[in-house]
């Protein structure tokens, strides 16, 4: 069984204390060997209790995954980087085996889960926008 845990940053009221809290879990996931981790920065839903408390955005459409339009955008961004690449290493650290097979999975398009399937996707539409697989991509 494949796990995932889905964290969400930035909400409002988060501080520094909640985001080492956030971290601290992540260790400990790692640890315990869960899968994958999923870090997705808050966007507010037209209607949401939230939403009131964001501004910034000029359109619905940046109310997306990433959304840049928020102040405080690369600071969590980079947080969410560094907090993805700590993960990785830890799993490496104590599930090596879990990580060592990455490579061959990626190759033979063997996914167990979503982290070892993205880069796949990102590649191929790559190679898809570039007109070196299917057909070209009209601009």
């Known amino acids: 069984i494949f796990a995932q845990a889905c964290f969400v940053l930035g909400f409002p009221g988060e501080e520094d204390k909640d985001r080492t809290l956030t971290r601290k879990m992540v260790f400990d996931l790692a640890k ?13 839903v037209p209607g949401s209790d939230i939403h009131k408390e964001f501004s910034g955005y000029t359109d619905y459409s940046q109310l997306n995954f ?6 405080d955008y690369y600071r969590l ?6 907090l993805y690449a700590e993960f990785l290493w830890w799993k490496l650290r104590f599930h090596p085996l879990s990580i060592l097979k ?8 063997n996914f167990n889960t979503k982290m070892e399937m993205t880069p796949y996707r990102v590649l191929l539409t790559v190679l898809m926008l570039k007109g070196l697989i299917g057909k070209r991509v009209q601009k």
């Open 32 to 44: 315990a060997g869960v899968s994958e981790i999923a870090l997705f920065i808050v966007t507010p």
């Open 102 to 109: 990455q490579p061959f999975n990626f190759l033979l398009r």
């Open 77 to 82: 961004n980079k947080f969410r980087v560094k």
């Open 66 to 71: 990433s959304p840049s339009w928020r102040r």
